[in-house]
């Protein structure tokens, strides 16, 4: 079946505009993350949903960051007035019940704030 | 807090030679699992193994095999006969099975580069 995917994969904003990323996880996965991955790091955890619930958001860098997943399937990770901080990659990632440790993951959006 | 060390930024070896790839961790829970990542140029990173912190059981899979040690708190990635196509970025993760809420806690990954 189809993977995690992402859109759009490639964003280029001014510093100070908003964006908005997307993901679609595999159909039927309930849990669903966000990653951060700077240049030359691993990734680091944003934020993470349980079906539409946000259970943990405890990586969320600032209040510019904002994520949501209103019915449970489709995940936006929004941010506000962007820095040049902000320049990283934004990984998805979900998992299903029954391998709840395993996250598959998308191939990420790379972000470049000028 | 939990973290993961892997010293080892870059690697080149030749194809065909053996190549390992260190994984330090620290935690101060007894159950966790740990992970290794392979994220290609493409920048998806795919799952190669999952490791549960009860079972020490080496593991092999084709040129991949993985060794944990929990005395020296270390999950090391060993490629037998590299190729070209095993050139990418590893990452070793670890998540706590208790409280941990499910999130991956990375290290730095290791960029391997295999020439002919």
């Known amino acids: 079946g189809a993977g995690v995917s992402q859109s759009p994969r490639y964003k280029v904003a001014k510093r100070g505009q908003d964006v908005a990323l997307r993901c679609d996880p595999i159909?039927?996965?309930?849990?669903l993350f966000w990653y951060q991955q700077a240049l030359g790091q691993g990734p680091e955890f944003l934020t993470y949903?349980?079906?539409?619930?946000?259970?943990?958001k405890s990586g969320l860098p600032s209040d510019r960051f904002f994520a949501e997943r209103p019915e449970g399937s489709v995940s936006t990770l929004k941010i506000q007035r962007t820095q040049q901080e902000d320049s990283a990659v934004y990984l998805c990632?979900?998992?299903?019940?029954?391998?709840?440790?395993?996250?598959?993951f998308g191939p990420g959006t790379r972000l470049t704030v000028t | 807090a939990q973290k993961v060390t892997q010293a080892q930024t870059e690697i080149s070896v030749v194809e065909k030679e053996d190549v390992t790839l260190d994984c330090v961790y620290e935690?101060?829970?007894?159950?966790?699992?740990l992970f290794w990542y392979k994220q290609p140029p493409s920048g998806e990173l795919v799952f190669l193994i999952r490791?549960?912190?009860?079972?020490?059981q080496n593991e092999i899979s084709g040129r991949y095999s993985w060794n944990f040690q929990k005395s020296t708190s270390s999950f090391n990635f060993t490629i037998t006969a590299s190729q070209v196509v095993d050139s990418a970025v590893y990452f070793c993760?670890?998540?706590?099975?208790?409280?941990?809420?499910?999130?991956?806690?990375f290290g730095t990954g290791t960029q391997l580069k295999v020439e002919l």
């Open positions: 490791r549960n912190s009860f079972d020490e």
């Open positions: 993760a670890l998540i706590l099975l208790t409280g941990g809420g499910n999130k991956l806690t």
């Open positions: 935690t101060r829970d007894t159950t966790y699992y």
């Open positions: 949903f349980q079906n539409e619930a946000q259970l943990d």
């Open positions: 990632a979900s998992s299903s019940n029954r391998a709840a440790y395993e996250q598959y």
């Open positions: 159909s039927g996965h309930v849990s």
